[in-house]
Every structure is written in structure tokens, then in C-alpha cells.
Nanobody
Framework: QLQFVESGGGLVQSGGSLRLSCAAS????????IGWFRQAPGKEHEGVSC????????YYADSVKGRFTISRDNAKNTVYLQMNSLKPEDTGVYYC?????????????????WGQGTQVSVSS
């Protein structure tokens, strides 16, 4: 069973930074492509970023390119999302999941059920 625990969200002002953590349990994440998704108020889930299982290549939604960085720490079995220059439109609940179609973030599909997620709120 694939399980994730997301953490690191919070309330920040526009232009601020947060680092989200995605801790995996029940499996070793280095064998999987892992994506970050978010759900803004009143909107559907959307892909934010993804890292490939084979070579660690990273991919981003156009809306976050240049501002967000996804990374892995295999020793900690954790994936991170460093978010800089945050904007109010980044507000939402952020989730991580095993992702299919990692290299096309706009259409990547999560595997399994959503975890609790972590709330990111950006004020202006």
C-alpha cells in the first residue's frame, strides 16, 4: 500500500517561500515517479511538478516554472517541493502521489488515493 504524509504548508505573504515535504511509507520512492498536485478553492486537482523514477528528471507546470523546485532525499524516503516567490494563486491544498505521465505535468495522473495534503495559503 502506497502512503504519503505531506507537511510544511502554512500561511505566507506574497513573495514568500515554503518547503513542502512528502514522506513515503510502505515502499521505497526511488522506484517511482512522484508528482505534486494541488487543489485551489473551487477548482479541480492540477499537476504542479514531477520527478521521474529512472533518472530523476524534473518537470513543472508552466505556472510554477522558475519558482518551484522538486527534489528527492532517498535516504529519508522523502520528496520535497521548494516554493519561492509565492503568489496568491498558489493557494491550495498540496498533495503528493505516484504519478503516471510524469513528463507532461498538465496531464499526469496520480496513482492511489489522496493523503491528507498540506494547506498553502498566500496572502496579498
Amino acid at each position: 500500500q502506497l502512503q504519503f504524509v505531506e507537511s510544511g504548508g502554512g500561511l505566507v505573504q506574497s513573495g514568500g517561500s515554503l518547503r513542502l515535504s512528502c514522506a513515503a511509507s510502505g515502499f521505497t520512492l526511488d522506484k517511482y515517479s512522484i508528482g505534486w498536485f494541488r487543489q485551489a478553492p473551487g477548482k479541480e486537482h492540477e499537476g504542479v511538478s514531477c520527478t521521474m523514477s529512472d533518472d530523476g528528471s524534473t518537470y513543472y507546470a508552466d505556472s510554477v516554472k522558475g519558482r518551484f523546485t522538486i527534489s528527492r532525499d532517498n535516504a529519508k524516503n522523502t520528496v520535497y517541493l521548494q516554493m519561492n516567490s509565492l503568489k496568491p494563486e498558489d493557494t491550495g491544498v498540496y498533495y503528493c502521489a505516484v504519478a503516471r505521465g510524469c513528463f507532461t505535468v498538465a496531464t499526469m495522473v496520480p496513482f492511489g488515493s489522496w493523503g491528507q495534503g498540506t494547506q498553502v495559503s498566500v496572502s496579498s
